[in-house]
């Protein structure tokens, strides 16, 4: 509760605090996706709200269960890959064209490979409904793949992530690879020809 409690901003933790006591506690899943063309927000609640952190609005209704790979006890290796697993129902505006426009955003893979996403908790309020304290980080990662199924009344997006601290021993923000380069430098060419750090680096033959 402490560690909770510190990550919150001092005109915070008082109230937090206070709500933490209580024997039930109000809270929403939140998903954030840093999409290319713009982020998306969504939480598993029914009316949307802003939070006190960045003053973003989190867009109610989707189910949000998360599946995280299994990490062998003994292992002091972080898993590299998890799943989040989003449930999306169809929207009132554009009901006939929710599924092709989910697929087609499936498709666009430059618009989310390697950028970032994450999971965040909110506390409430259970007598007025409103937000308290910033939000908490559950889980920071970089979208990798997606996939979606359908139902009759929902579509479910399964992402997979890579998170942060994959690549143990890469230098920060990498530099060795091209995947990397292109995440800091978008357009640079200078590592295209590189292979993984601690893998033989091969340059072309001019």
């Not at 598993?44 to 709200?49: D, I, L, W």
């Not at 209704?61 to 292992?75: F, L, R």
């Not at 559950?138 to 992402?159: C, E, H, N, P, Q």
Request: aromatic share 10%; charged share 25%; net charge negative.
């Amino acid at each position: 509760m402490s560690i909770f409690l510190d990550a919150q901003p001092e005109a915070y933790r008082d109230a937090v605090a206070a709500l933490l006591r209580r024997e039930a506690v109000p809270s929403a899943i939140m998903i954030s996706m840093d999409f290319a063309d713009g982020a998306q927000r969504m939480c598993n609640r029914n009316v949307p709200f802003s939070d006190l952190r960045w003053g973003h609005t989190w867009g109610a209704g989707a189910h949000v269960p998360v599946a995280i790979n299994d990490i062998e006890e003994d292992s002091e290796e972080l898993a590299p890959f998890r799943e989040y697993v989003i449930g999306i129902p169809p929207p009132r505006d554009t009901p006939d064209t929710w599924r092709s426009n989910i697929v087609d955003s499936i498709r666009d893979v430059a618009n989310y490979r390697g950028r970032e996403c994450g999971l965040w908790l909110q506390l409430f309020d259970p007598d007025t409904g409103a937000p308290v304290g910033w939000p908490s980080a559950l889980d920071i990662s970089l979208m990798d793949k997606m996939r979606a199924s359908f139902t009759a009344g929902a579509a479910v997006v399964t992402m997979q992530v890579e998170s942060l601290l994959a690549r143990k021993g890469v230098p920060v923000y990498g530099m060795q690879t091209d995947m990397d380069q292109q995440r800091r430098y978008p357009g640079d060419l200078g590592m295209q020809f590189t292979a993984e750090a601690s893998k033989l680096v091969v340059w072309t033959d001019f």
